[in-house]
C-alpha cells in the first residue's frame, strides 16, 4: 500500500509557474512508476506526465510539452510537477498516481494502482 499526498496547488495567472509535489509513504517509493493526470470540470481525468522507476525515462502529454516537467527524488520519496507558462486551459485538480514498475512509464490510467486525493490548479487569464 503506498500513501499519496499532493500540495502546491493555488491560484495563479496565466504565464505563471507552480511546483505541484507528491509525498508518498507506505511501501518504498522507488518500486513505482509515477504519473500527473488532471481533471477539469465537467471533463474526464487526463493523462499529464508519466516517470520511470529512476528517473531516467519520462513522458509528457503534448498539450503541457516543453511547459511542464516531470521529476522524482527517490530519497524524499517525492514526485514533482513543474508547470510554467501557465494557461486557463490548465485549470484542473492535478492527481499523482503510482504504478508497479513494470511498466517503465505508462499514460493508462489502469495501470496505476494508488492515487493521491488531488490539489487544485486554477489559472485566470
Known amino acids: 500500500q503506498v500513501q499519496l499526498v499532493e500540495s502546491g496547488g493555488g491560484l495563479v495567472q496565466a504565464g505563471d509557474s507552480l511546483r505541484l509535489s507528491c509525498v508518498a509513504s507506505g511501501r518504498t517509493f522507488s518500486s513505482y512508476t509515477m504519473g500527473w493526470f488532471r481533471q477539469a470540470p465537467g471533463k474526464e481525468r487526463e493523462f499529464v506526465a508519466t516517470i520511470n522507476w529512476r528517473g531516467g525515462r519520462t513522458y509528457v502529454e503534448d498539450p503541457v510539452k516543453g511547459r511542464f516537467t516531470i521529476s522524482r527524488d527517490n530519497d524524499q520519496n517525492t514526485l514533482y510537477l513543474q508547470m510554467n507558462s501557465l494557461k486557463p486551459e490548465d485549470t484542473a485538480v492535478y492527481s499523482c498516481?503510482?504504478?508497479?514498475?513494470?511498466?517503465?512509464?505508462?499514460?493508462?490510467?489502469?495501470?496505476?494502482?494508488?492515487w493521491g486525493q488531488g490539489t487544485q490548479v486554477t489559472v485566470s487569464s
Open positions: 498516481a503510482a504504478a508497479p514498475a513494470l511498466y517503465s512509464t505508462t499514460t493508462n490510467q489502469d495501470d496505476y494502482r494508488y
